[in-house]
């Protein structure tokens, strides 16, 4: 089984008194994002930082188009999460970052290579605003980008040509309904009477 993980190591592996003096460094400077990366020291806890970064929109698309299905990490049951997984689980819990830890996983359970994701709520008094950080994904072999992208592209390109099909077929009705009809009523005409079918007879058209 293939893991990869997705924090960054010198964060990851800095001691505590590191951290504290990057925690100085932030506060001295009013770095405010990095200031919401920083766990300060409690009773239960040493101070550190959040060592995973933000998915970009490019992964947000690729992953998203690859692994439709969202379930929370602790009710994902369609394969054995590696040992490696589950640390990275237990870690992303442990940090006051999270609202939760979720499974990006396919539709089919014979074909696996799930996204383990954290969900980060940047302003609680605005939750609908939620940010995926991109933690580890795994698989008995993982694909490289460049072969993940054109499976996300081939997956986006038939759910398109889907879409777009049946609004071409709704389209072409409408436009014949319209060429052949000798007598229209008002709230028809009225219905048709918009930018959206102007643009759309003079494309059929043309």
Not at 71 to 94: F, G, N, W
Request: charged content about 25%; hydrophobic content about 40%; glycine content about 4%.
């Amino acid at each position: 089984m293939q893991v990869e993980s997705y924090e960054c190591q010198e964060v990851a592996a800095e001691p505590a008194e590191i951290s504290e003096e990057a925690a100085r460094l932030i506060a001295e400077c009013g770095l405010e994002g990095q200031q919401a990366l920083y766990q300060p020291k409690t009773p239960e806890k040493t101070a550190g930082r959040v060592p995973y970064r933000r998915m970009t929109a490019e992964e947000e698309f690729v992953f998203k188009q690859l692994c439709p299905q969202t379930t929370p990490a602790k009710q994902y049951r369609d394969d054995a999460m590696p040992l490696r997984v589950l640390e990275i689980v237990a870690h992303a819990q442990s940090l006051d970052f999270f609202e939760s830890v979720v499974v990006w996983h396919r539709e089919s359970v014979n074909v696996q290579d799930p996204v383990l994701v954290g969900i980060h709520v940047p302003d609680p008094k605005a939750n609908w605003t939620k940010h995926n950080y991109i933690l580890a994904r795994w698989a008995e072999a993982l694909d490289e980008w460049p072969a993940l992208v054109k499976q996300a592209l081939g997956t986006w390109r038939k759910i398109m040509l889907g879409k777009v099909g049946a609004l071409v077929r709704q389209a072409q009705q409408d436009y014949d309904l319209l060429q052949n009809a000798d007598d229209i009523p008002l709230a028809n005409a009225a219905k048709y009477d918009t930018p959206y079918y102007h643009a759309l007879a003079r494309i059929l058209e043309g």
